[in-house]
């Protein structure tokens, strides 16, 4: 039976605590690739072809489905609770020379650095990580929102842990810069960070959300902020889907 692997305490700043190894001699990279959105057409060329020439890919079974028709090897799937056994097969097949690819969703730069960590954890002594970049949501709700990236305060709250630093640059920020915001499911949607926003001071700006970017489906509510914040009822009670991105223009 395969152990489990351990992983670091902080994933995310165990990825973020050093630059890529630069890669020597014959040595395999593991790839950890940003899939994009989900929908194939926005999946870079060499996402692709680090998913085709590996011969295990391992990665959510959410993100795994999206490029299943890229994977010509070996199809490894965890979700949370079996994250570190899935992890230790992976580690197990490149300890015997598998070349290995780990997808994320979106750009693994924009929230992906936990499973980054967790990955490069697994495959620590093994095989440096090296991240291709991906297409976000976020990358487009600011196509969309018409906010170009050096104007704008992009904040996830999609993740665990204290956010309340996260809320304060937001607060800091709104009306003199546009905002990027992955709200976090559900407690921290649209409507109560609107709330939160107006109860800082923040001017009633214009609002845009965006939901499930690229896919049949997408649409945008344009909205304001006092807008938002009216539609408020409960923590637990939001118009919107967790595929969600939050924008808001100066």
Known sequence: MTDEVSFPDEPAEYAAGAPETEVRGDTEPVYAVGIGPGNPEYLTRRGVRAIREADVVVGFETVVEFVREEITGEALTCGYRDEPEVLATFRERVADGASGTAVLMGDPNHS?????GKVESAVEG????????????????ASRARTPMEETTFVTLHKSGPIEADLRRLERDVGDRHLLVLPRPYDWMPERIAHRLLEAGAPDCEALVFERLTHAEESVTKTSLSALADDIDSKDETAFSDLSVLAVRR
């Open 112 to 116: 992906g650095y936990q499973f980054v």
């Open 126 to 141: 093994l095989a440096p990580v090296e991240v291709v970049p991906g297409i976000s949501s976020l990358q487009v709700a």
